[in-house]
């Protein structure tokens, strides 16, 4: 059974440009939960999408959006990056909390 | 607001030793708790688990206990071993949540051989 995936491993982006990063689920996952993790910190939650809709957000700006598709593969858009935004972001999926979440290896974001 | 807090960064033990790593939780709705183990460039992976019902869970080599009074678990590895050394979070869930997580900031763990 293939895990979560992410795409980009890497992505290095100028400031004030956009970002976009891409999650595939584990088949029959319906939930997919987005984190940031920036230097030294811990996991922030983004996002939280199921069954194509968002559920619930976390203490972002605007500027982090996403969507779930009809698969259940999500994208996260990061507009007008700023430097700050330079972190590893990590999507997970889950079936039910009891096992946890399921990561992926996680995108690289890079601001310069 | 910090809902799970890890005060230790970081945490040296021997190989062979006990590695007992802290978590407290301010969230009284909390009732299912988690344990990950992060190494670089990869993503956490589910660790334990133990659920507001009970005070222990043990799994091989690793052990969560929880005292709800103070509000407080721990993840207990014996003996540690080198491959143990990685980030480990905790994290929390309350039942109406429908399933999102809260985590802590994470401890690095190093067993020195």
């Known amino acids: 059974e293939a895990g979560v995936t992410q795409s980009p491993t890497h992505l290095i982006k100028t400031r004030g440009q956009q970002a976009t990063l891409r999650c595939s689920p584990i088949s029959g996952h319906t939930s997919v939960y987005w984190y940031q993790q920036a230097l030294g910190l811990g996991l922030q939650f983004l996002l939280w999408y199921d069954e194509g809709e968002e559920r619930n957000r976390g203490n972002f700006p605007p500027r982090f959006s996403g969507r779930q598709f009809p698969n259940y593969s999500s994208e996260l858009n990061v507009n007008a990056l700023e430097l700050e935004d330079s972190a590893l972001y990590l999507c997970?999926?889950?079936?039910?909390?009891?096992?946890?979440?399921?990561f992926g290896s996680g995108t690289r974001l890079t601001v310069v | 607001d910090q809902q799970v807090k890890q005060n230790s960064p970081s945490l040296s033990v021997q190989e062979g030793r006990i590695s007992i790593l802290n978590c407290d939780y301010t969230?009284?709705?909390?009732?299912?708790f988690l344990w990950y183990k992060k190494y670089p460039a990869e993503g956490p992976t589910f660790l334990i688990s133990?659920?507001?019902?009970?005070d222990k869970n043990e799994d091989g080599r690793f052990t969560v206990f929880l005292n709800k009074s103070a509000k407080h678990l721990s993840l207990h590895i014996v003996p540690s071993q080198p491959g143990d050394s990685a980030v480990y979070f905790c994290?929390?869930?309350?039942?109406?949540?429908?399933?999102?997580?809260?985590f802590g900031s994470g401890t690095q763990l190093t067993v020195l051989p």
């Open positions: 994290a929390a869930t309350a039942s109406g949540s429908a399933r999102q997580l809260t």
């Open positions: 997970a999926s889950s079936l039910w909390v009891g096992t946890g979440y399921t």
């Open positions: 969230n009284s709705m909390f009732d299912y």
């Open positions: 133990i659920s507001s019902i009970k």
